[in-house]
């Protein structure tokens, strides 16, 4: 029997440990090593926290390495220690130098949450879902000195539900890229599946969500604003600011459905224990699900039981 390959995974964010847990369990391949990103401080106090690939290692039992910059020669020469015959790759968080694109026999793939070539770039997640797409996938591609220009071995496409958000669709996409990439690694390595170059139409850039982008803008149509509370649940969040007084607020919109209505954008149209209709520059959205600033989580009904709103309000 042949030995199992050396695999050395590369990866920081969650959506990439499901990917190492199934590579570390499946018997095909032996994990030689590790590569993440630093921990880094956190919340108020600042503590350093690992990210979630060290942490999945470390219950792994396996090696770990957290280069600042991988491009360095003393980084470059600390993988090729681990002699690897093929790299994996998901959300790692930094572009691979050519020293280590080359170091590996069968190369290095990576696992992509997007049908590419759309959505190229570290936040495809969110955008298929501000863009009201349909359906999106995961990619299993050959890596190149480009952004997520390599070309590709497979991909699996899932519907985008309407009670999908991008937690939802994260926990999916990264259950089907780490199914699909031990599916596609056999006939990669025997050479039944062939590269196939990404087509030059269709290539979109999904750039950094920031904190910024939560902040919602009443007077857009009431579906993109429903897009995007569900693109940035959990993070950043969408939000609102409230004009109250002694003290105006910030106002986090956790969920929220589509519903008719007509009034000044941003308007308070109703509210009860099911929800708050606020007018949009197309028709209305009921928040069910709020945030004030400070506070935890809560239904409108909990929310209004301590705070003052009513229709004829804005939110701004």
Same mark, same amino acid.
């Given at each position: ?31 030689? #090593? ?11 106090? $600042? ?45 790692? #968080? ?73 937690? +939802? ?5 990264? &259950? ?7 599916? +596609? $690694?056999? #006939? ?19 750039? *950094?969500?920031? *904190? ?10 009431? &579906? ?50 099911? %929800? ?9 959205? *009921? ?6 600033? %400070?506070? &935890? ?8 039981? %301590?705070?003052?709103?009513?229709? %004829? $309000?804005?939110?701004?």
């Amino acid at each position: 029997m042949a030995a199992p390959l050396r695999v050395v995974f590369m990866g920081t964010a969650e959506l990439a440990c499901a990917s190492l847990e199934s590579l570390a369990r499946s018997g095909q391949f032996e994990v030689a #090593g590790v590569v993440t990103q630093p921990d880094k401080p956190q919340g108020r106090s $600042l503590q350093l926290q690992p990210p979630p690939v060290k942490v999945a290692a470390l219950t792994l039992g396996l090696p770990i390495f957290q280069p600042i910059k991988l491009r360095q020669e003393p980084a470059v020469q600390t993988v090729a220690q681990w002699r690897p015959d093929l790299i994996i790759v998901a959300a790692y #968080g930094q572009i691979l130098p050519k020293s280590v694109l080359t170091l590996p026999r069968h190369g290095c793939v990576n696992v992509h949450a997007s049908l590419l070539p759309k959505y190229r770039g570290a936040a495809p997640i969110q955008w298929s879902i501000l863009n009201d797409d349909p359906e999106t996938g995961v990619t299993i591609m050959m890596m190149d000195e480009g952004l997520d220009t390599g070309a590709i071995l497979t991909q699996r496409r899932t519907r985008i539900e309407p009670a999908d958000n991008a937690q +939802t669709l994260h926990d999916r996409l990264a &259950r089907l890229g780490a199914e699909l990439l031990l599916e +596609t $690694l056999p #006939g990669y390595v025997s050479g039944t599946i062939q590269p196939v170059a990404q087509p030059a139409a269709g290539a979109l850039y999904a750039r *950094k969500i920031t *904190k910024d982008d939560g902040r919602l803008d009443w007077k857009l149509p009431a &579906r993109t604003l429903w897009n995007r509370v569900r693109a940035f649940t959990p993070w950043p969040s969408a939000y609102t600011k409230v004009a109250a007084q002694p003290q105006p607020y910030s106002l986090k919109i956790w969920a929220a459905d589509l519903v008719a209505g007509q009034g000044s954008p941003g308007e308070i149209l109703s509210l009860d224990a099911e %929800g708050l209709v606020v007018a949009c520059g197309e028709q209305a959205l *009921k928040i069910t699900a709020v945030q004030k600033e %400070g506070k &935890r989580r809560m239904s409108v009904r909990e929310f209004l039981a %301590g705070n003052a709103l009513r229709p %004829g $309000l804005s939110f701004e």
